[in-house]
């Protein structure tokens, strides 16, 4: 029988990678194109295949109440090298997984490394994929290389989409004044790897809190007048975005104090900084939620504004990168196939899935369907119950193409649990049974698709 033609791969962070793994593990070769270090970009600072940018976070790692919770079980479950590296790889982080951006960059490319299947091209493919080309992945990210993107919005003929997608400061963990900070975790929960007291948290009373919003919205900003219009994400909004909506967003935002309590005075603070563990050593600690557009400057001064961290040191400051993404819902079919042109299939972020997670899932999806095809097979979609299923039916046609947004995964795209199986008097445990669900349905999809391979 002779060697079945490649799947060619465009991309190398979390999704190219996933698809790569994925298509492998079915036994087709695969070649998977990532363009750094040959051609950098505004936000990556490695060549390393799987590099995280903007967090070290994969967010809740609850499989019962949290739905990128579940998905990280179900990616688990549908053997995902990205989940595998991040498991390996984890930091304490409350009830979130969080991991090692180093370790876990190189668990990835050492993985694809010494797979037989995957070869590695470090090129840029500048342009449409070569006509050859007959089974492709594209998953160039929100990085989007300009001739490809330029390419792919004259095949479409829809106006490219972009928008400001932020990243967030880092301090050296020996910089932050422990005599007014203290560790905590929300609501004193323990995650993978954790003891309940996993987050660094900066207290802050009233009149410092109002003054430092003051400070934010009078702080100078950096200017990028390509991109201005572009809409942010609502998930991923500058800190100086949310404080021009009003004087108490950030306080119920990510400076929220709910779940905490500061142990010198034995209350709750009027607003809190949390700073969460962003390396193996735990000497860099990443500043959650203030991803910004604040000049650099700019943001020592103001951030040295917080209590506890009047003497921080910062080992990266916020920025900024374009985010693409196609219109997916109307674009895609229901494999992720380009309507357009059908040997183009799409995974990540440019396809309108934001966060870590949901673009490695969608990676996931892409390297599973593009293999059935190269075997013979008609591709399989995962149940719409399925947080798999439920992301990738949201953007294929679930949502609304006239104003497509980035979406994380959440329990509201799930279908609706049959009537009478939640009890009126018991509403809090929807989320688990739709989770339950969700796993037992994620059973019988994998089962079948080992099947059909059979």
């Not at 997984?97 to 993985?111: I, N, Q, T, Y």
């Not at 660094?200 to 201005?228: H, M, Q, R």
């Not at 509201?412 to 037992?440: T, Y």
Request: net charge neutral; proline share 7%; charged share 20%.
């Amino acid at each position: 029988m002779p060697e079945a033609s490649p799947i060619h791969i465009i991309g190398g962070g979390l999704a190219g990678c996933e698809a790569a793994w994925q298509a492998a593990r079915a036994g087709i070769p695969v070649v998977l194109h990532e363009m750094r270090p040959v051609r950098a970009t505004e936000a990556h600072v490695t060549a390393s295949l799987a590099e995280l940018v903007c967090s070290n976070s994969f967010r809740s790692d609850d499989a019962e109440n949290n739905a990128v919770g579940l998905l990280h079980e179900e990616m688990r479950r549908c053997s995902s090298l990205i989940l595998r590296a991040a498991d390996a790889n984890k930091l304490p982080a409350g009830g979130a997984l969080a991991v090692d951006r180093h370790g876990f960059a190189a668990a990835v490319e050492a993985a694809l490394g010494e797979e037989a299947l995957v070869t590695i091209r470090r090129e840029e493919i500048a342009g449409l994929p070569p006509a050859e080309w007959d089974n492709v992945i594209i998953a160039t990210g929100p990085l989007t290389a300009p001739a490809l993107a330029e390419a792919l919005g004259a095949l479409t003929g829809q106006e490219q989409l972009a928008f400001f997608d932020a990243i967030a400061p880092i301090v050296y963990r020996d910089t932050i004044d422990m005599a007014t900070a203290w560790r905590q975790s929300r609501y004193d929960k323990a995650g993978p790897g954790g003891d309940g007291a996993d987050y660094i948290n900066c207290p802050l009373d009233k009149p410092s809190y109002l003054a430092f919003v003051e400070a934010v919205l009078g702080a100078e900003k950096t200017s990028f007048k390509e991109w201005e219009g572009t809409p942010y994400f609502e998930g991923c909004l500058p800190i100086e975005v949310m404080a021009a909506r009003g004087i108490d967003t950030l306080r119920w935002g990510p400076m929220k104090p709910v779940g905490l309590t500061d142990p010198r005075s034995g209350r709750r603070p009027y607003a809190v900084v949390q700073l969460r563990q962003d390396n193996a050593l735990g000497t860099l600690y990443n500043m959650v939620g203030f991803q910004t557009k604040l000049k650099h400057a700019e943001q020592k001064r103001v951030f040295r504004m917080i209590p506890g961290l009047e003497k921080a040191e910062f080992a990266r400051l916020g920025g900024l990168h374009r985010n693409t993404f196609i219109n997916s819902p109307r674009l895609l079919d229901g494999t992720l196939r380009l309507k357009a042109m059908p040997r183009l299939r799409f995974a990540g972020q440019i396809t309108g899935v934001e966060g870590y997670v949901e673009s490695a899932a969608i990676g996931l999806l892409a390297g599973r369907f593009a293999a059935a095809d190269r075997l013979g097979v008609a591709p399989s979609a995962p149940p719409p119950t399925t947080a798999l299923g439920a992301l990738l039916g949201h953007i294929t046609g679930g949502a609304d193409a006239r104003g497509f947004q980035p979406m994380n995964v959440n329990f509201g795209l799930f279908p609706p649990l049959p009537e009478g199986v939640l009890r009126r008097d018991n509403k809090g445990e929807k989320k688990p049974l739709l989770a339950r669900r969700a796993l037992a349905d994620l059973a019988g999809w994998l089962g079948t698709v080992r099947v059909a391979a059979e």
